[in-house]
Nanobody, 116 residues
Framework: QEQLVESGGGLVQAGGSLRLSCEAS????????MGWYRQTPGNLRTLVAH???????NYADAVKGRFTISRDNAKNTVYLQMNSLNSEDTAVYYC??????????WGQGTQVTVSS
């Protein structure tokens, strides 16, 4: 049983928008940080954005002003609204979370492709 289920990836034209969602299993409790990483072939996975339990957010410089992360604690879900997408945003996006016991969970990844 997958513990993090992602959705919302796909193909979009440059300048377009996508919204990623990631729902954590109800078996995961005391969620602290939720966020998104992305990875392109041959490169390391890099942070896109994360949001703390109390709502404090952090973004990679490359996405500031274009992406917005949010969460619904009641639904154990984190969202990533991506606007003004460009070809450099093409990657596999991975949801992750850490709990108050510092356990870390990862989603299976969802492909985002931006065509120019």
């Amino acid at each position: 049983q997958e513990q993090l289920v992602e959705s919302g990836g796909g193909l979009v034209q440059a300048g377009g928008s996508l919204r990623l969602s990631c729902e954590a299993s109800a078996s995961i409790s005391n969620i602290n940080v939720m966020g998104w990483y992305r990875q392109t072939p041959g490169n390391l996975r890099t942070l896109v954005a994360h949001i703390q339990r109390g709502g404090r957010t952090n973004y990679a410089d490359a996405v500031k002003g274009r992406f917005t992360i949010s969460r619904d604690n009641a639904k154990n879900t984190v969202y990533l609204q991506m606007n003004s997408l460009n070809s450099e945003d093409t990657a596999v996006y991975y949801c992750y979370l850490s709990d108050l016991q510092f356990n870390t969970y990862w989603g299976q990844g969802t492909q985002v492709t931006v065509s120019s």
